[in-house]
């Protein structure tokens, strides 16, 4: 089994910081690409940062230049640190991860999700 815990969300003002934590625990042989998503009320849920498992990354363009992805393969933890946030910031953030297992000989790679954490902006 694959757990993926997100924590660190919160309330903060506008022009604010938070870094999101997501690690992944359990059995598995590697992470391949690990991602933040959002959602917010009403919406549907939208990519914010990818990152490859070489550290190449992509951004949503409304967080280019104010949020940054980083990983630590050693710890097998996502991060997104978050500056100058928005009150259009405000969403629950998700941490998607494509994990690679091995058995009975064959080698599978699924996505899983974590349960969400909550991020608002205040004005």
């Known amino acids: 089994q694959v757990q993926v815990v997100e924590s660190g969300g919160g309330l903060v003002q506008a022009g604010g910081s938070l870094r999101l934590s997501c690690a992944t625990s359990?059995?598995?042989?590697?992470?391949?690409?690990m991602g933040w998503y959002r959602q917010a009320p009403g919406k549907q849920r939208e990519s914010v940062a990818t990152i490859t498992s070489g550290s190449t990354t992509n951004y949503a363009d409304s967080v280019k230049g104010r949020f940054t992805i980083s990983r630590d393969s050693a710890k097998n933890t996502v991060y997104l640190q978050m500056t100058s946030l928005k009150p259009e910031d405000t969403a629950v953030y998700y941490c998607n991860v494509a994990v690679e297992s091995y058995s009975r000989g064959i080698f599978t790679t699924r996505n899983y999700w974590g349960q969400g954490t909550q991020v608002t902006v205040s004005s």
């Open positions: 359990g059995t598995f042989v590697s992470i391949n690409a």
